[in-house]
């Protein structure tokens, strides 16, 4: 059983999961950008060309895939690939064909092909968590620019629409941190108990 949170930077990923973890005694596991861009030489924050932002894309879901299939279950985690979809195309404008070849253009499209159907075959909850009024600015975020977290908040979102049917997911718009640890908790609670009675009813069939 794997569960991710998904949104913008500052909507409260890692806190939330972390607390929810803790009240169920399941798995956190932290999926930091930044510590992974600068395991492989990237600043996730700084200025990119389109080319090492693609690059850095790429190392991000590989690491990420990786981190994830070794951890033990059930197992909560505080980004998606569909994060890495805002990531990518929060960068991309009207001409970014200008600075892209063809087939890097092509990559991106594989790219968020390839990040959905990853969420869509790891994971059995996705939560996507939306902004809050307030935003703190830390070194390893994005600058205090509420227009590009809007951005890539409704990227993340709308790729929603794309796996809708597949996966199940959520979005959660309540602001409250206690009201969302309420919500998260009891959906997890009830999906994983959900989990549970189809495995047994499934070995009792056999």
């Not at 998904?6 to 929810?20: I, N």
């Not at 009024?133 to 620019?145: C, F, G, L």
Request: proline share 2%.
């Amino acid at each position: 059983m794997l569960f991710g949170l998904t949104g913008s930077a500052g909507t409260g990923k890692t806190t939330l999961a972390k607390r929810v973890a803790e009240d169920l005694g399941i798995e956190y596991m932290p999926a930091s950008v930044s510590e992974t861009a600068r395991k492989h030489g990237f600043n996730s924050v700084g200025v990119l060309n389109l080319q090492d932002r693609i690059k850095l894309q790429e190392k991000l879901l590989e690491d990420h895939v990786e981190m994830i299939c070794r951890a033990n279950r059930p197992l909560i985690v505080d980004r998606t690939p569909i994060d890495f979809i805002g990531y990518m195309m929060g960068e991309l404008d009207m001409h970014s064909h200008m600075r892209l070849t063809p087939e890097e253009i092509a990559w991106v499209e594989d790219y968020k092909r390839l990040c959905l159907e990853t969420t869509v075959k790891l994971y059995d909850y996705v939560f996507i968590l939306s902004q809050l009024d307030s935003y703190e600015i830390k070194e390893t975020r994005p600058a205090d620019n509420r227009a590009y977290q809007t951005h890539t908040q409704l990227i993340m979102q709308g790729c929603t629409s794309e796996i809708h049917g597949r996966l199940n997911y959520m979005v959660i718009r309540n602001q409250d941190l206690h009201t969302r640890e309420e919500i998260l908790h009891n959906t997890l609670v009830q999906r994983m108990d959900d989990i549970s009675k189809e495995r047994a009813s499934s070995a009792h069939i056999h």
